[in-house]
């Protein structure tokens, strides 16, 4: 295992070790160890470099490091991203959110991460930075697949970069438990009120986080924006083009019947909630 | 020394602040200088055949001592409680997924597991039989065949009854699913081989002579060169009844001539011990306008899994208290515990009664819409009370507080309407339901059960107390070879002696196999039976302190009593105190305790099969978003049946642990198996109720004595755990209007309205028709089902199917 202290001396031990596996809070890759479906030679800890830490809230956006964990997320952002706090209170338990980090759960990339719908909505910026420099992806280029994220060798995650929108933010996930559960789905959706944008992201329906563009535009063209209020009825259709966007995930957890359901609720309920803030 | 807890006062555990703090060791913290560790190697089919295996890859693996397969097993080639037909390795054929075919022992755990996958196995899979209606006329998957029990409860006459026309018909299916003990605890023990050619294992276990018996068996050894000693156990709910790594981990350490451990983790948990019986009940009930239950007759299918296990006394359960509390004059009841490719069903808290008793309860409200009258006045009407018979023609002779549970569970206030917080509501953290998504339910429902063992099984426990002094003071000694596995019985011991005995310093010696047998922690009996035991063992130090004093004074020992640690005179004119009087020389006394003798059912499933009742009601209240099936339990008030509450604190541990296993059957606990396999494999997927998913529980004990019983008081270890499950179902029901015939209720059968039950198939009968009102035809109870062998003793290697 190896605790590199600073960005390029972790990118380093990477670059030198193609099979070396950057580790952010285990909460993903121990499971994955323990149950033997992955097995690992060499760990790079990430915790400890400095480059991955802090948030820091500037007028136009706010600039998380890859390191917060979600405890985190939910204590420094509640004021200015209130959907990534949500999505951060609903994780696990507080152990896991004491240990599970923000780079490390877009790293891992898996369907049912709670960060990705997130960003989506939020029109996040993710940086990378890896033996060719830095550079920077849109939250919605980052993810291919499962567990495959579009990083090149001995990349890693290192800043999240959110935009400042003056609007509501909403974020909504269910499971069959009411804490300590894995999402059968989940829905962000931000009001962009300065843009006159509906930005809406969906997660743990699909392989792989989207944004449902076709809902969004619908919902635009029909909130009028200047008392930003709309036919009552907007969104139960909103819901439903949401729902209709893709089809869902049939699996273990839930049937695609129930997720295409629960999508159309969350994302009625989560445009609901923002008309009415 | 201070006043410790005697008979009905609150007795803290001994054990709590350790088990609190981490320090309490379990099974898994053993240790021994120079120990191996081992792994089994498992089934990844449900079916196949195994046509080779060869470990060579694992033996070149440095650190690997041995791997052990069907051909290393010295003496019986099976296990079993009931019936020995599990094969302690699977040698030709793999009947179910994870079914051990080898272990191996190696230096580190690690290195066990990578051993354990590195031995090869040829498997030649085959079709799995996994519907249990089609077991009773497929192939046999065993020598023993397909059936382990078929088994008909019939009283007065059903068709007959029938033939009146104004009588109301509620009829239904119903199907509960795979429920794990899930315990925190998970298998675990060391072995270490000793001097004498036998072995001494230490395991978190239920009963500790029956292991020893069938391990002794296997190892071809006399059962008193294997010893058993308690380990720490992490809970058990019936799931450590069976065999587990016991024997696997004697043979390694025999073999090896070291101290073995071994360890499972949560997935080979899941496929390596016994589960609840999945179920599926066909139900009709007929009652007289006025609300007279008239007839119940019932089908209950229970899918035992590839092996016997418990199923043929589950099953019994099943059929006897398939019509719930309740006088039933016309009855006929038919089951079938059936084998199959799912992994081994067996003992799991409630022991078969938990499935009826969500079917019987669903029934009951269902008869009560039908009628137009008070879900909870319909019961009432119907209750049992004592003197009445049960399906079986049984009479109850001892208590029967039905109706007198059944109204303090609706005597408790219903709690506030919903509030504002956000983390209260279904959905809880997920922030999902908003508060006018919300719709309240409130459903009740109750039970009753048999305790300790039924059928004319023997039953016992014995106990030794030994009273000495130590540095001047009296020193009460217990050894009883009933297993602690979180009910509470290293309390009671304690508050037994110090209330027959007058003395504060009880030790208990550690449970172990060097006394003679306690039966197993379950069936709600070690209160009633190894209390029994330690109370007559008291009462043999008694007598046996008061013949010495008597023999020392010429007299006669009734002249004398014990009271607060003195000898005393009847008169009170001689006070000796105890210490004086054992001096340098202890009095110890031996028991054996036993109960009243049970028969077993006659061809009708008629006999006084049974002890005792305990009774038990539950009202659920729930708040639900009906749109996404969300369920929140706000509160579950209950009154239980206790006889006499021994010791209060434990009473409430039973009551809030069952009623949180109840709920977890009812809303989220389910093993999901696809083609035989189990898919469900850590606690991401199998989901136990959290802190946050149980609501508050507000109890109401009822206190009648029962007549026969050490101190009058009834074992609750299972009670709260049955009609918990119909009354919060019953409760999502009321707020939503489902029909939800299938438990655990998923968010989809809420949300979506299809619960997924298919119509019964009666076993080896014609298919049932769809709906619900029409149901199967044709007779019950055909008589053209043989019953299995009772006893089979597999000849010579458990053969092939």
């Known amino acids: 295992m190896s605790r590199p202290r600073g960005l390029a001396e972790a990118i380093d031990v990477l670059r030198a070790d193609p099979a070396a596996v950057p580790l952010g809070g285990g909460t993903d890759l121990l499971v994955a160890l323990r149950a033997g479906e992955r097995s690992v030679r060499h760990v790079v800890a990430l915790r400890r470099v400095e480059e991955l830490a802090g948030v820091t809230t500037g007028p136009d956006a706010v600039d998380l490091g890859a390191g917060l964990t979600w405890a985190g997320m939910e204590a420094q952002v509640?004021?200015?991203?209130?959907?990534?706090?949500?999505?951060?209170?609903?994780?696990?338990?507080?152990?896991?959110?004491?240990?599970?980090?923000?780079?490390?759960?877009?790293?891992?990339?898996?369907?049912?991460?709670?960060?990705?719908?997130?960003?989506?909505?939020?029109?996040?910026?993710?940086?990378?930075?890896?033996?060719?420099?830095?550079?920077?992806?849109?939250?919605?280029?980052?993810?291919?697949?499962?567990?495959?994220?579009?990083?090149?060798?001995?990349?890693?995650?290192?800043?999240?970069?959110?935009?400042?929108?003056?609007?509501?933010?909403?974020?909504?996930?269910?499971?069959?438990?009411?804490?300590?559960?894995?999402?059968?789905?989940?829905?962000?959706l931000v009001l962009d009120l300065g843009a006159r944008r509906v930005r809406c992201g969906v997660g743990a329906a699909t392989p792989v986080a989207f944004r449902p563009r076709a809902a969004e535009r619908a919902a635009e063209a029909a909130i009028d924006w200047d008392a930003v209020t709309a036919d009552p009825d907007l969104p139960r259709r909103f819901g439903a083009l949401v729902a209709a966007d893709r089809p869902p995930l049939d699996d273990l957890r839930a049937s695609a019947a129930y997720r295409r359901h629960a999508v159309a609720v969350l994302a009625e309920r989560a445009l609901a909630r923002a008309l009415a803030a | 020394m201070t006043r410790g807890p005697r008979i009905g006062d609150p007795a803290p555990r001994p054990d709590g602040p350790d088990k609190v703090t981490g320090r309490f060791p379990y099974s898994s913290d053993l240790r021994a200088p120079g120990m191996l560790w081992g792994a089994a190697v498992r089934s990844p089919h449900a079916s196949a055949r195994i046509v080779g295996i060869d470990p060579a890859p694992a033996l070149a693996l440095e650190g690997v001592a041995a791997v052990l397969t069907a051909d290393d097993v010295p003496g019986?080639?099976?296990?079993?409680?009931?019936?020995?037909?599990?094969?302690?390795?699977?040698?030709?054929?793999?009947?179910?997924?994870?079914?051990?075919?080898?272990?191996?022992?190696?230096?580190?755990?690690?290195?066990?597991?990578?051993?354990?996958?590195?031995?090869?196995?040829?498997?030649?899979?085959?079709?799995?039989?996994?519907?249990?209606?089609?077991?009773?006329?497929?192939?046999?998957?065993?020598?023993?065949?397909?059936?382990?029990?078929?088994?008909?409860?019939?009283?007065?006459?059903?068709?007959?009854?029938?033939?009146?026309?104004?009588?109301?018909?509620?009829?239904?299916?119903?199907?509960?699913?795979?429920?794990?003990?899930?315990?925190?605890?998970?298998?675990?023990?060391?072995?270490?081989?000793?001097?004498?050619?036998?072995?001494?294992?230490?395991?978190?276990?239920?009963?500790?002579?029956?292991?020893?018996?069938?391990?002794?068996?296997?190892?071809?050894?006399?059962?008193?060169?294997?010893?058993?000693?308690?380990?720490?156990?992490?809970?058990?709910?019936?799931?450590?009844?069976?065999?587990?790594?016991?024997?696997?981990?004697?043979?390694?350490?025999?073999?090896?001539?070291?101290?073995?451990?071994?360890?499972?983790?949560?997935?080979?948990?899941?496929?390596?011990?016994?589960?609840?019986?999945?179920?599926?009940?066909?139900?009709?009930?007929?009652?007289?306008?006025?609300?007279?239950?008239?007839?119940?007759?019932?089908?209950?299918?229970?899918?035992?899994?590839?092996?016997?296990?418990?199923?043929?006394?589950?099953?019994?359960?099943?059929?006897?208290?398939?019509?719930?509390?309740?006088?039933?004059?016309?009855?006929?009841?038919?089951?079938?515990?059936?084998?199959?490719?799912?992994?081994?069903?067996?003992?799991?808290?409630?022991?078969?009664?938990?499935?009826?008793?969500f079917a019987h309860e669903s029934q009951m409200d269902a008869l009560a819409a039908a009628l137009g009258v008070d879900p909870v006045d319909l019961r009432r009407r119907n209750a049992l009370a004592p003197g009445d018979a049960l399906l079986t023609g049984q009479r109850i002779t001892g208590t029967a507080p039905a109706v007198a549970c059944l109204d303090a569970a609706v005597a408790h206030p219903l709690p506030a309407p919903p509030d504002d917080d956000p983390l209260r509501r279904p959905g809880g953290t997920g922030l999902a339901t908003g508060p006018g998504d919300v719709r309240r339910g409130v459903g009740v429902a109750m039970a009753f059960k048999n305790l300790m063992y039924?059928?004319?099984?023997?039953?016992?426990?014995?106990?030794?107390?030994?009273?000495?002094?130590?540095?001047?003071?009296?020193?009460?000694?217990?050894?009883?070879?009933?297993?602690?596995?979180?009910?509470?019985?290293?309390?009671?011991?304690?508050?037994?002696?110090?209330?027959?005995?007058?003395?504060?310093?009880?030790?208990?010696?550690?449970?172990?196999?060097?006394?003679?047998?306690?039966?197993?922690?379950?069936?709600?009996?070690?209160?009633?039976?190894?209390?029994?035991?330690?109370?007559?063992?008291?009462?043999?130090?008694?007598?046996?302190?008061?013949?010495?004093?008597?023999?020392?004074?010429?007299?006669r020992g009734e002249a004398f009593a014990l009271r607060d640690g003195e000898v005393v005179s009847r008169d009170g004119g001689l006070r000796l105190p105890l210490a004086e009087v054992v001096?340098?020389?202890?009095?110890?006394?031996?028991?054996?305790?036993?109960?009243?003798?049970?028969?077993?059912?006659?061809?009708?499933?008629?006999?006084?099969?049974?002890?005792?009742?305990?009774?038990?009601?539950?009202?659920?209240?729930?708040?639900?978003?009906?749109?996404?099936?969300?369920?929140?339990?706000?509160?579950?008030?209950?009154?239980?049946?206790?006889?006499?509450?021994?010791?209060?604190?434990?009473?409430?541990?039973?009551?809030?642990?069952?009623?949180?296993?109840?709920?977890?059957?009812?809303?989220?606990?389910?093993v999901v198996t696809r083609e035989g396999r189990v898919a469900t494999r850590t606690f991401q997927d199998y989901l136990v109720p959290t802190a946050l998913d149980v609501g508050d529980v507000v109890a109401t004990l009822i206190e009648e004595p029962e007549p026969g019983a050490p101190y009058g008081a009834k074992g609750v270890g299972e009670a709260p755990t049955l009609s918990s499950i119909p009354a919060v179902v019953a409760a999502v029901r009321a707020a939503t209007g489902r029909r939800l015939r299938r438990v655990p209720v998923r968010p989809a059968h809420v949300a979506l309205g299809e619960d997924g039950v298919a119509p019964f198939v009666v076993p080896g009968g014609p298919a049932a028709p769809p709906g619900v009102v029409t149901g199967p035809e044709g007779p019950l109870a055909k008589p053209a089902l043989t019953d299995p062998p009772g006893v089979a003793e597999l000849p010579g290697g458990e053969g092939g199917a």
């Open chain 2, 583 to 670: 001096g340098a020389d202890p009095v110890e006394a031996v028991r054996v305790f036993t109960h009243a003798d049970t028969a077993p059912l006659d061809a009708d499933g008629q006999g006084d099969a049974h002890v005792a009742f305990v009774f038990t009601a539950h009202r659920a209240v729930v708040d639900v978003d009906p749109a996404l099936g969300s369920v929140q339990v706000v509160q579950i008030a209950t009154g239980q049946d206790i006889g006499r509450a021994l010791n209060p604190l434990a009473v409430t541990g039973q009551l809030e642990g069952g009623i949180a296993q109840g709920l977890g059957l009812a809303l989220l606990e389910d």
């Open chain 2, 454 to 555: 039924s059928e004319g099984l023997q039953d016992l426990s014995t106990a030794s107390v030994r009273l000495a002094v130590d540095g001047g003071e009296l020193v009460a000694t217990v050894h009883c070879a009933a297993a602690e596995v979180g009910q509470g019985f290293v309390t009671l011991a304690q508050q037994i002696v110090r209330t027959e005995l007058g003395v504060d310093r009880v030790v208990l010696r550690a449970a172990d196999t060097s006394i003679g047998e306690a039966g197993s922690s379950s069936a709600s009996r070690q209160s009633w039976m190894s209390g029994g035991a330690v109370a007559a063992a008291c009462a043999g130090v008694r007598d046996e302190v008061l013949a010495r004093v008597a023999a020392g004074r010429g007299g």
């Open chain 2, 76 to 357: 019986r080639p099976t296990y079993g409680l009931a019936v020995a037909d599990q094969p302690a390795f699977a040698r030709d054929l793999v009947r179910h997924h994870g079914e051990a075919v080898a272990v191996v022992a190696a230096a580190t755990p690690d290195l066990a597991r990578r051993a354990a996958r590195a031995v090869a196995v040829d498997y030649a899979p085959l079709d799995p039989l996994t519907d249990p209606a089609a077991a009773v006329t497929a192939a046999p998957l065993h020598p023993n065949g397909n059936v382990f029990r078929h088994l008909i409860v019939r009283r007065g006459d059903v068709a007959a009854a029938a033939a009146d026309p104004d009588l109301v018909t509620v009829e239904d299916t119903y199907e509960v699913g795979r429920q794990d003990p899930a315990f925190l605890g998970l298998e675990s023990g060391l072995a270490v081989p000793a001097a004498d050619g036998g072995v001494d294992l230490a395991v978190s276990t239920q009963f500790l002579h029956a292991d020893r018996d069938q391990v002794a068996a296997s190892l071809g050894l006399a059962p008193e060169r294997v010893r058993l000693t308690l380990a720490g156990v992490g809970g058990a709910f019936g799931g450590r009844e069976d065999l587990t790594l016991h024997l696997h981990l004697c043979l390694l350490a025999l073999r090896t001539g070291r101290p073995v451990g071994m360890a499972y983790d949560r997935s080979e948990s899941f496929v390596g011990h016994v589960t609840r019986h999945p179920a599926r009940m066909w139900y009709r009930h007929r009652a007289t306008r006025d609300g007279t239950l008239v007839s119940v007759e019932a089908r209950v299918l229970l899918d035992g899994g590839a092996y016997q296990s418990t199923s043929a006394a589950v099953l019994a359960n099943a059929c006897c208290f398939a019509a719930g509390p309740y006088r039933v004059p016309h009855a006929l009841v038919e089951g079938w515990a059936v084998r199959t490719n799912h992994p081994p069903a067996g003992a799991l808290r409630g022991f078969g009664i938990p499935q009826v008793c």
């Open chain 1, 78 to 188: 509640g004021a200015t991203l209130p959907a990534l706090a949500a999505a951060a209170r609903a994780v696990g338990s507080p152990q896991a959110r004491n240990a599970g980090t923000l780079g490390g759960n877009l790293g891992s990339a898996a369907i049912t991460g709670s960060t990705l719908p997130v960003l989506l909505a939020l029109d996040a910026g993710v940086e990378v930075a890896g033996p060719a420099g830095t550079r920077t992806v849109p939250a919605g280029d980052l993810v291919r697949g499962p567990g495959d994220v579009a990083l090149h060798a001995g990349e890693i995650v290192t800043r999240v970069r959110i935009p400042r929108a003056r609007g509501p933010q909403q974020f909504l996930k269910v499971g069959q438990r009411g804490s300590v559960i894995t999402a059968v789905a989940q829905v962000a």
